[in-house]
C-alpha cells in the first residue's frame, strides 16, 4: 500500500466520492487514503482461484461471496479496506453497492510488502465485526494456509495447514485441499527452484 501524501483527511463520503474518480482502488484506514498497488502474479491467481471456489461453494444458498473489489466496512464511518475474498450471511449485505459490512470469512493473499500489515493493522480492523467467525491468511511464497477461528465465547484460535493438508472453513462449511486453492500458482521457491536446476544456456 502506498499512502496518498497530497490529501488532507476525508471523510467517508468524501473518500467514496474521490475513490470513484481514480483509476486504482485506494482503501481507507482512519481517514487517510492508500493506493492498492498492483500485485504479484502469484498473489492475482492465489485470490482468483479462492474467491471463484468461495463464488461456486456458496451459489444457491442464502450467502454471497465478494472478490478483492469488494470493501469491507468497519462502521458506517470506516475504515474500509479491501480484502481479497469474503463471505456475508446478513441479508443487510445482499443489496450493498459501495462496501459490506457483516461477513463472517475474510481471506487474504499475503505478499512480502503486506504481511505485516495483513496480520497486525487489518486482523485488528476485521475483529471488529461481531459476525466475523473466520480469518484466512494464504502464502504467496510457500503452500501455507493460517485460519484464524473465533469460538461462541469469542475467543480466537489458530490452525495452521501445509502440504498435502485440507482446509476446513467451519464459517461456510467447505473442506478442501490445499492443493485447489494452490491449482496453477508458481510460488517463489519453486522459481528459485527451476532457476536452480535448469539447464544452462
Known amino acids: 500500500m502506498t499512502a496518498a501524501p497530497e490529501l488532507r483527511p476525508l471523510t467517508p ?9 481514480q483509476e486504482l482502488r485506494y482503501e481507507y484506514l482512519d481517514g487517510k487514503v492508500f493506493a492498492m498497488t498492483g500485485g504479484s502474479l502469484t498473489h492475482g491467481r ?18 454471497t461471496a465478494f472478490n478483492s473489489d469488494c470493501k469491507v466496512g468497519i462502521s458506517e464511518t470506516g475504515s ?32 512480502p510488502t503486506t504481511e505485516a ?16 467467525q473466520e ?6 511464497e510457500r503452500k501455507t ?3 484464524f477461528r473465533r ?7 489458530f490452525i495452521p495447514c501445509g502440504e498435502g493438508d485440507n482446509i476446513e472453513l467451519t464459517s461456510v462449511n467447505l ?6 486453492i494452490y491449482e496453477d500458482v508458481t510460488l517463489a521457491q519453486q522459481q528459485i527452484e527451476k532457476s536452480e536446476w535448469s539447464e544452462p544456456e
Open 13 to 21: 463520503q468524501e473518500y467514496f466520492e474521490w475513490e470513484a474518480q
Open 46 to 63: 492465489i485470490g482468483l482461484n479462492v474467491a471463484s471456489l468461495l463464488r461456486s461453494h456458496v451459489r444457491g444458498k442464502d450467502c
Open 80 to 111: 474500509f479496506p479491501y480484502p481479497d475474498a469474503s463471505v456475508s450471511y446478513d441479508e443487510r449485505d445482499f443489496a450493498a453497492t459501495e462496501f459490506i459490512r457483516f461477513p463472517c470469512l475474510i481471506v487474504e493473499a499475503l505478499s
Open 135 to 140: 480469518y484466512v491468511l494464504i502464502g504467496s
Open 151 to 157: 469460538d461462541q465465547n469469542r475467543k480466537w484460535s
Open 175 to 180: 473442506n478442501v485441499s490445499i492443493d485447489v
Open 145 to 147: 494456509v493460517e485460519v
Open 117 to 132: 500489515h495483513d496480520r497486525g493493522e487489518k486482523f485488528a480492523l476485521y475483529r471488529r465485526p461481531s459476525t466475523l
